[in-house]
């Protein structure tokens, strides 16, 4: 039941006037505007993003389509490493053709030159004999005969040593090489006075077979990592940190992550992109004071607070590079995009303490207003990285923002400061993996 205490209120209420403010309209506008523009660029963003992945699955797609088959490529090794050489033809070969020189046994030690060869190097020793003046004389008197004096180092086998059976078994495997076979003991001047023919070439590779180098497997510190001229996808994590810190500020501040997308040129050049995200932190302050008004039995204003706590970015890197061996050097400059910052809002309320004090009470949670931000800043990264093999690589690269990423003509509340850790060079450490 109503009273005339209710009547009076109510009248006064429906009644009441105020003061129209010009200022207090354009603010809200300005901040609808604001929240409209958030909202498109948080579309087209994520939209973009999902054109790019689009667009990478189809070329992944079309690389794996267009390759060759992994059962072709099989097939074909398999036929190239088998070479087939007809059993009757080699044989007739070598029945029909057996040369008289070849008549020394397997195992031989030296072999007799030519006739004509040894009464050439006698007239060649007789005529520089003669000319030097130096004529060989008979003597009766025989050579001494020398003695074998035995090193202390040398020590007598024992007689069932691995010595004397190893001895054993390499006398007994040439004894038995077959006839017409050249016996590895010869000299190199000795191989070269065998007749050449088609039996040669026959045994000859089976004899003396050429020195294969096995396939080098790579494994971590060896071989060259280099991969072929083509395109690779693959993945990137790295963590952001600045070289030193100021009073309460922090080391690290943030990470990123995202795709890459390299590709390969001639003489170790590479060209990458691709599209990573990026989640920037540190020591925030309130950075934007807003007033709510409020209508009870007047105008009532209340100072809220906006206090970031992370930054959201999406940034398109652009990247040239040089690979020697397991060394890689890249730099280039990379696109950054602010999608968002999360933070509190709240205000700040009196507390039921003796005596009475004001505590930060939040009162929303999530996306708040960009104000003091750039919406978008380009950095310069250059960097190193080592790669342990064709996938994986880890790395260290210096950035530098041009201009930092606070806009200069917003000025925050007295005494407060939208990010304390606003440096423009930062560091960033990571890996990348390479999925093909």
């Known amino acids: 039941m109503e009273n005339n205490l209710d009547h009076f209120f109510r009248d006064k209420l429906h009644h009441r006037e105020f003061e129209l403010n010009e200022a207090h309209w354009a603010a809200a506008e300005q901040l609808l505007r604001a929240e409209e523009e958030r909202q498109r660029r948080r579309f087209f963003w994520w939209f973009g993003a999902a054109g790019v992945l689009l667009v990478l699955a189809v070329v992944a797609g079309f690389l794996y389509f267009s390759g060759p088959k992994p059962q072709k490529v099989v097939a074909a090794v398999k ?105 590895p003991a010869m000299s190199e001047q000795e191989k070269l006075r065998q007749p050449a023919g088609p039996l040669a070439l026959l045994i000859g590779p089976a004899i003396y077979p050429e020195k294969q180098k096995a396939p080098r497997l790579h494994l971590p510190g060896s071989g060259k990592p280099e991969q072929p001229a083509g395109i690779s996808i693959g993945l990137i994590a790295s963590q952001l940190m600045l070289a030193g810190t100021s009073a309460g500020g922090k080391s690290i501040i943030g990470f990123q992550t995202g795709a890459v997308v390299e590709g390969r040129l001639n003489n170790g050049w590479f060209v990458a992109s691709g599209l990573q995200y990026q989640r920037r932190t540190g020591t925030f302050e309130a950075s934007k004071m807003a007033e709510t008004r409020s209508y009870r039995f007047g105008l009532e204003l209340a100072q809220q607070q906006l206090r970031p706590s992370s930054l959201h970015y999406l940034q398109l890197p652009m990247k040239l590079g040089w690979q020697r061996r397991h060394h890689l050097l890249e730099g280039g400059l990379s696109l950054n995009f602010l999608a968002g910052v999360r933070g509190v809002k709240g205000s700040l309320e009196r507390t039921g303490d003796v005596p009475p004090r004001k505590q930060f009470v939040a009162a929303q949670q999530g996306w708040i207003a960009e104000d003091g931000y750039k919406k978008m800043h380009v950095t310069a990264t250059a960097g190193y990285r080592y790669r342990l093999s064709r996938q994986l690589s880890f790395g260290l690269s210096a950035n530098y923002a041009f201009g930092g990423i606070l806009e200069k003509n917003y000025l925050p509340p007295a005494g407060d400061y939208l990010l304390k850790e606003d440096d423009r060079f930062y560091f960033s450490t990571g890996a990348v993996y390479f999925l093909k």
């Open 79 to 183: 036929a190239q490493s088998e070479i087939t050489v007809p059993a009757g033809e080699a044989a007739e070969s070598y029945e029909a053709v057996q040369p008289a020189a070849i008549a020394n046994k397997a195992g031989r030690k030296s072999a007799s030159p030519p006739t004509e060869s040894r009464a050439a190097d006698a007239g060649r020793n007789a005529a520089s004999a003669a000319s030097a003046g130096n004529v060989a004389k008979a003597s009766s008197k025989a050579p001494p005969i020398a003695k074998n004096v035995k090193s202390p180092n040398d020590i007598e086998p024992a007689p069932n040593s691995a010595l004397l059976q190893s001895t054993a078994v390499a006398d007994s495997q040439s004894s038995i090489a077959p006839e017409g076979a050249i016996s």
